[in-house]
């Protein structure tokens, strides 16, 4: 397949353009940088472009068999107005882009894979949150709700459309255990607020994996949550990170504290989100890694 990746220059977008090419695929990856050097391949290809504005780059996905959308700015900061607005921009421009540039074409299979957040489902609570659970209150929600809802137009040009809503995403180099190692190497790590809010987290290779699998599935569309089956609360996550990094975690951070450093931010780190991914598990897709003690082992030491 031809495979367009827009936000490609991140981690996620790397190594899923790697994967791709390792099976044979060819990839075009878009990003904002002037050049892009992160992967070599005789069948990949970098186009330098602003998403968020219609312009020349939009030719080439009418070539495409898949596009997988990645872009958005990073949501981990103190959120201004501005921050806000870049967030919201970002993600649901690019989207509205990228299907305007679709053109229908009945005898062609085409798939969006179209990234959203589990933002979207707001705080809740101890509830367990499949695929088919209404949409949460708050900003990120918000944001999800136009994010996809920009995603699921293409469905009215023949695509396949399938909504990534992506958990938190740890990973080696990228995504929140970047953050959080150094503060936990040096003993500094603790529970957010009383640590009892759900944790959805995913191994970054079961993300990569789970967007494989559905670009390949023909028979999935709509939400997919992309999150491991067994959730955890935050003192557990902490925890177990602790111990993979063999530190003590046992220095909380206030929830008060976390809201005044991190403003609005800091309240949805504290949300609790208890997501589980039924549509991937129906699907029979498989978990390398589906418990959080062994994903975070793995990343640390590899």
């Known amino acids: 397949m ?7 220059t991140g981690f996620v977008g790397t190594q899923l353009s790697e994967r791709l090419l390792n099976e044979g695929h060819t990839v075009v990856a878009v990003g904002t940088r002037a050049k892009f050097d992160g992967v070599r391949h005789e069948n990949f290809q970098y186009v330098s472009a602003d998403t968020t504005r219609e312009g020349a780059w939009q030719e080439g996905l009418r070539d495409a068999d898949a596009v997988v959308n990645l872009t958005g700015r990073s949501i981990f900061k103190y959120w201004t107005d501005a921050v806000k607005k870049a967030i919201y921009h970002s993600r649901v421009a690019t989207t509205h882009n990228i299907v305007a540039a679709f053109q229908a074409d009945p005898g062609r299979d085409k798939v969006l ?4 957040a589990v933002g979207y489902y707001g705080d809740g609570g101890d509830g367990i949150l499949t695929e088919a659970s209404p949409r949460g209150e708050g900003f990120l929600a918000d944001v999800s709700k136009d994010w996809e809802h920009e995603a699921l137009a293409a469905a009215d040009k023949g695509v396949r459309v399938v909504i990534s809503r992506f958990g938190i995403i740890l990973g080696r180099n990228g995504g929140a255990l970047k953050q959080m190692r150094l503060p936990f190497r040096l003993g500094l790590g603790g529970p957010l607020g009383d640590g009892r809010h759900w944790f959805p987290w995913i191994h970054e290779d079961d993300l990569i994996s789970a967007i494989l699998f559905v670009l390949n599935e023909k028979g999935i569309t709509g939400p997919v949550n992309m999150t491991a089956p067994n959730p955890v609360q935050n003192r557990t996550f902490v925890k177990a990170l602790g111990r993979a990094v063999r530190r ?7 929830g008060c504290v976390l809201k ?11 949300s609790s989100q208890r997501v589980l991914p039924v549509k991937l598990l129906d699907a029979g897709f498989r978990f390398a890694y589906p418990e959080i003690y062994p994903a975070l082992k793995h990343l640390v030491e590899g």
Do not use: K, N
């Open 2 to 8: 031809r495979i367009w990746i827009t936000g490609g």
């Open 113 to 116: 894979v179209s990234t959203s």
């Open 248 to 254: 003590p975690a046992l220095i909380p951070v206030p």
């Open 260 to 270: 005044t450093v991190m403003g609005e931010f800091g309240g949805v780190l504290l």
